[in-house]
């Protein structure tokens, strides 16, 4: 999946297209953009002390290999350096594949798929209820959140609306939205996802004339 670019002109692009969609509608959209969905430091840290035990093994088997080595670089040799370099290299072998498992790339391995997609579903509903999309005037908000070391997107609309469109179409909605990221097109998929939503909030809940706007045009860029 490319990495998406986001810079000024790629917000104001969504922005505008969001104004537009609910310039027809009583309804809302909210879109959001996060790094990561949890901090994932368990499935980190398990996979550097796994890698550790492994080395650890290894050394044990070879240890007579690795003390003759180690006998040769010192002309006071005890038997306490052996135990000292294995506990060391092995320390440093843990902490050494616990920075590797922080790229984005490795953690996508060595995470689960559930667990992944749970944790961003989890993040979504969160956000959902503190940005107050699911408090709208008419039960008609639409969040439209995407979490980039997952590269997932969850779309999770309000009962007022939910209620009146078929699933599928919100899945067709969030494919349209990956298959932009794939391609690197993100910023004019994204907006189109903002329209169609727009379209299909306006065909049950259209504008009236004390219509406010409840949330914010702009994407939010979480932090956490």
């Known amino acids: 999946m490319a990495k998406l670019k986001i810079d000024k002109d790629k917000l104001k692009q969504?922005?505008?297209?969001?104004k537009k969609a609910e310039s027809k509608t009583s309804?809302?959209?909210?879109?959001?953009?996060?790094?990561?969905?949890?901090?994932?430091?368990?499935?980190?840290?398990?996979?550097?002390?796994?890698?550790?035990?492994?080395?650890?093994?290894?050394?044990?088997?070879?240890?007579?290999?690795?003390?003759?080595?180690?006998?040769?670089?010192?002309?006071?040799?005890?038997?306490?350096?052996?135990?000292?370099f294995i506990g060391f290299s092995t320390f440093l072998i843990i902490a050494?594949?616990?920075?590797?498992?922080?790229?984005?790339?490795?953690?996508?391995?060595?995470?689960?798929k559930r667990i992944r997609q749970k944790k961003v579903y989890?993040?979504?509903?969160?956000?959902?209820?503190?940005?107050?999309?699911?408090?709208?005037?008419?039960?008609?908000g639409i969040l439209i959140f995407i979490s980039l070391l997952e590269q997932r997107v969850e779309l999770i609309a309000d009962k007022?609306?939910?209620?009146?469109?078929?699933?599928?179409?919100?899945?067709?909605?969030v494919?349209?939205?990956v298959s932009g990221i794939k391609d690197g097109n993100w910023v004019n998929n994204l907006s189109g996802a903002i329209i169609r939503c727009g379209d299909l909030l306006e065909k049950h809940f259209p504008i009236q004339a004390d219509d406010k706007n409840e949330l914010k045009d702009e994407i939010v860029m979480l932090e956490n």
Do not use: C, H
Not at 14 to 18: D, I, L, N, Q
Not at 35 to 51: K, T, V
Not at 96 to 112: E, G, H, K, Q, T
């Open 175 to 177: 494919e349209n939205i």
């Open 160 to 173: 007022g609306i939910n209620a009146k469109i078929d699933q599928e179409e919100w899945n067709n909605i």
């Open 27 to 84: 309804g809302e959209i909210a879109t959001a953009f996060i790094r990561e969905s949890d901090n994932y430091a368990f499935y980190e840290l398990s996979f550097g002390l796994i890698m550790g035990f492994i080395y650890f093994s290894i050394a044990m088997v070879y240890s007579s290999q690795i003390e003759q080595i180690i006998k040769g670089m010192f002309w006071d040799y005890k038997v306490g350096y052996l135990t000292a």
């Open 122 to 140: 989890e993040r979504a509903i969160r956000y959902f209820a503190e940005s107050g999309t699911y408090d709208t005037k008419d039960k008609t």
């Open 14 to 18: 969504v922005s505008v297209a969001v």
């Open 96 to 112: 050494l594949f616990y920075l590797v498992s922080n790229i984005p790339a490795i953690d996508r391995l060595i995470i689960p």
